[in-house]
């Protein structure tokens, strides 16, 4: 969501897809700053670097793809069965 100059960077928008669920990233017990940003707001040409964490797989299951959707209707997909 824009905001004048810059854009909402977070962890919000992220989720794994384990079996027919989708399991959301979930905030860090101890933000470090090799962290990915719980909120930040970011000009054209920055960026941000970071770990997103996510719940274990459970036992059994197979990890399918990682999603990303904002507010805006932005959307990606990554494949994650090999």
Do not use: M
Not at 21 to 28: E, F, H, V
Not at 42 to 62: D, H, K, M, T, Y
């Amino acid at each position: 969501d824009p905001t004048g100059q810059t854009t909402r960077v977070s962890i919000d928008p992220w989720t794994i897809v384990v079996g027919e669920r989708s399991l959301a990233a979930r905030k860090p017990g101890e933000p470090s700053p090799s962290d990915y940003p719980l909120e930040t707001f970011l000009r054209v040409g920055e960026c941000v670097q970071g770990w997103i964490e996510f719940p274990a797989v459970p036992e059994g299951s197979r990890l399918r793809s990682v999603h990303y959707e904002n507010s805006l209707g932005d959307r990606a997909e990554w494949d994650a069965v090999p």
